[in-house]
């Protein structure tokens, strides 16, 4: 019942992420943030099982982590989805598969931006743009449409824009917020989120 959707540019990612934590038929939190920071150059999109979602993302964060303060440098994005992946296929065989989906950005200086695409099968994928969830039926065909080489990060917020409204218009389940960030060469920061009261006050353009 949760959406993520990410866009890669020529040198930034943006990722989106509902905020709604719901448990059955009840919504216990719509302000829940599913986006993390993991480094100055990464973060991670998670969605799936609540419990799974937040031990599996802070277990690749630690991780993450310890692996600069021994080796006294970041894995890039690239090798950060390799070990994520790694660590799904590892817990997919056990008898305590993670129920999680992710999309992994972000930003080397020899690489440029890079979006990957993890399911809870472990595929992984890099991509230009992705979408996890119910809502990204809907959107996966907007992120078509839109998405071109030379993207710029406000057309990118624009495309998901369009993307939270064709899911509020058409989704039955109720995902009213989004949470977007962006990562370039100088690190992470928090865009405005998108909401159903933005969307009325600043509507989507044609």
């Known amino acids: 019942m949760e959406t ?3 866009i890669r540019g020529p040198d930034f990612v943006m990722l989106a992420a509902d905020c709604t934590h719901a448990h059955s038929i009840m919504v216990l939190k719509d302000d829940e943030n599913k986006i993390y920071k993991i480094s100055d150059n990464l973060m991670m999109a998670t969605i799936g099982e ?3 979602r937040v031990q599996f993302t802070e277990y690749i964060s630690k991780n993450i982590l310890l692996y600069k303060m021994r080796n006294g440098y970041e894995l890039g994005p690239k090798s950060a989805a390799h070990f994520t992946r790694k660590n799904l296929a590892d ?5 305590t598969p993670y129920q999680v989906n992710v999309l992994v950005g972000g930003y080397d200086e020899a690489d440029g931006a890079q979006l990957h695409y993890i399911d809870y ?3 992984s994928l890099p991509v230009k743009y992705a979408a996890h969830g119910y809502g990204g ?3 996966s065909s907007i992120l078509d449409r839109y998405h071109h080489a030379k993207i710029t990060q406000d057309e990118a917020y624009e495309i998901l824009k369009k993307g939270v409204a064709e899911i509020q218009k058409r989704l039955i389940i109720n995902l009213p917020n989004f949470k977007v960030s962006v990562i370039d060469k ?3 920061k928090e865009l405005k989120d998108i909401t159903a009261e933005s969307l009325k006050e600043e509507p989507v353009a044609a």
């Open 4 to 6: 993520l959707m990410g």
């Open 50 to 52: 609540a419990g799974d």
């Open 91 to 95: 817990y997919l065989r056990s008898r």
């Open 121 to 123: 099968l472990a595929n």
């Open 137 to 139: 039926l809907f959107v």
């Open 186 to 188: 100088d690190g992470i």
